[in-house]
């Protein structure tokens, strides 16, 4: 399978309905999400993470158990309900009582890369107060190639 199918499929698994139609919209429309903003430092992204299995977003203790048993660095992860959704929701334990995180030079992937602009899709939303923000934009190479294309 070509990586930018397997890419897409792999991608769209964690799409809601609502999001895939926002998804399908921006793209007819040209459009993309962009990310702006910083991190305020709040921490508040760290107490209701929600995270993703080789199915999808988790709803179950026992495929959170299989992935810890295979990446014991999901182990930082602490179960505390589930959303609307049924999905599980997970706080990280790495987090101090003021919001930050502990080790943060070695914090994973998934924190470095907060708020992946997929969070639109998926019926993720940031945090209350988050100092990002999501945008529906078009992209910046869309508007030069056109231009580039007019001088011709």
Known sequence: MKNWLKRSILQFRTFTLQGLF???SMRLNGKDVL???SCHG???CCTSVCLEGKNGWLD?????A?????HPKY???IVTGTDAHGFLLFRCSWLSPEG?????ENRLSLCRNFPDRSLVFSGGQLPAHCGYTF???VPFKKILDHELEKKK
């Open 22 to 24: 926002c998804w399908v």
């Open 35 to 37: 990310v702006n903003g």
């Open 42 to 44: 709040c921490g508040t």
């Open 60 to 64: 179950s203790e026992e495929e959170f």
């Open 66 to 70: 299989g992935i810890v048993n295979r």
């Open 75 to 77: 182990k930082r992860f």
């Open 100 to 104: 930050r995180c502990t080790d943060h």
């Open 135 to 137: 945008n529906a934009v």
